[in-house]
């Protein structure tokens, strides 16, 4: 399968100190499941904001969906943000908007019509265990929900990237497995998921999951070849999705 993602030689450097990132290089295939690991401040955060376009490296190419995303004008850089869903590890939630509001704004600023957002946002607020809370601004959710709230608004336009930083890091285990097979439902439909995480128990529930471990700003498993078997029973839930 083609590669959706590529760094060669990237380095990153905030300001005039040392290099954050240095010299990464990877390819992550299309419909790919991968978790970035590795200790705090290691340089995780930093490679998911390159993934999503937020910042542009220091050095070296990155390449989305084809495109060299270094030398392309940044005029058009906001139609490929629209197909980058993200996780915020401070969840970035709009203060004076409803959850439902929040997890309906990306379908909305997509034009779809209030009938067909109600349905899908109705869908994923079941799923989430969020229904009855549909009505709560951010200010009035726990850190669980808020960080709920924050995967549903990223996933409900089915991204052909999905990138999260820590994503269960706020939920009990019941709901972080609930989330990680909504991870591997999405992925199930072709989203290429990056996943930042310091769980190492997540890594064995996703079946052909691929590991990257970033130590000191270098990629130490730069081939991405250490995976896990799958599961005797991996989830079905792409349904959910439809």
Same mark, same amino acid.
């Given at each position: 399968? !083609?590669?959706?993602?590529?760094?060669?030689? +990237? *380095? #990153?450097?905030?300001?005039?100190? @040392?290099?954050?990132? /240095?010299?990464?290089?990877?390819?992550?295939?299309?419909?790919?499941?991968?978790?970035?690991?590795?200790?705090?401040?290691?340089?995780?955060?930093?490679?998911?904001?390159?993934?999503?376009?937020?910042?542009?490296?220091?050095?070296?190419?990155?390449?989305?969906?084809?495109?060299?995303?270094?030398?392309?004008?940044?005029?058009?850089?906001?139609?490929?943000?629209?197909?980058?869903?993200?996780?915020?590890?401070?969840?970035?939630?709009?203060?004076?908007?409803?959850?439902?509001?929040?997890?309906?704004?990306?379908?909305?600023?997509?034009?779809?019509?209030?009938?067909?957002?109600?349905? !899908?946002?109705?869908?994923?607020?079941?799923? +989430? *265990? #969020?229904?009855?809370?549909?009505? @709560?601004?951010?200010? /009035?959710?726990?850190?669980?929900?808020?960080?709920?709230?924050?995967?549903?608004?990223?996933?409900?336009?089915?991204?052909?990237?999905?990138?999260?930083?820590?994503?269960?890091?706020?939920?009990?285990?019941?709901?972080?497995?609930?989330?990680?097979?909504?991870?591997?439902?999405?992925?199930?439909?072709?989203?290429?998921?990056?996943?930042?995480?310091?769980?190492?128990?997540?890594?064995?529930?996703?079946?052909?999951?691929?590991?990257?471990?970033?130590?000191?700003?270098?990629?130490?498993?730069?081939?991405?070849?250490?995976?896990?078997?799958?599961?005797?029973?991996?989830?079905?839930?792409?349904?959910?999705?439809?």
């Amino acid at each position: 399968m !083609s590669a959706i993602v590529q760094f060669e030689n +990237v *380095g #990153l450097r905030y300001g005039t100190g @040392a290099e954050t990132l /240095t010299d990464v290089s990877f390819s992550l295939r299309q419909g790919g499941f991968y978790f970035l690991t590795g200790p705090s401040g290691a340089g995780k955060t930093s490679i998911l904001k390159l993934l999503y376009l937020a910042m542009r490296p220091s050095r070296g190419l990155i390449r989305l969906f084809g495109e060299d995303m270094v030398m392309i004008p940044r005029d058009r850089l906001p139609a490929f943000r629209r197909r980058i869903g993200v996780v915020f590890q401070d969840f970035r939630l709009i203060p004076h908007l409803s959850a439902y509001d929040n997890i309906a704004l990306p379908l909305r600023i997509m034009g779809q019509g209030e009938k067909e957002v109600d349905r !899908s946002v109705t869908e994923m607020l079941n799923w +989430v *265990g #969020l229904a009855e809370r549909s009505s @709560a601004r951010p200010a /009035t959710l726990s850190g669980g929900e808020q960080q709920r709230v924050a995967i549903a608004r990223a996933v409900i336009t089915r991204p052909d990237i999905l990138v999260a930083d820590e994503p269960t890091g706020n939920v009990d285990p019941d709901m972080a497995a609930r989330l990680l097979h909504l991870f591997d439902g999405l992925n199930k439909l072709g989203t290429t998921l990056v996943i930042a995480t310091h769980d190492l128990h997540l890594l064995t529930r996703i079946g052909n999951a691929t590991m990257m471990k970033i130590e000191g700003g270098k990629l130490s498993d730069p081939t991405g070849m250490l995976k896990y078997p799958p599961r005797a029973d991996p989830p079905q839930i792409a349904d959910i999705l439809s």
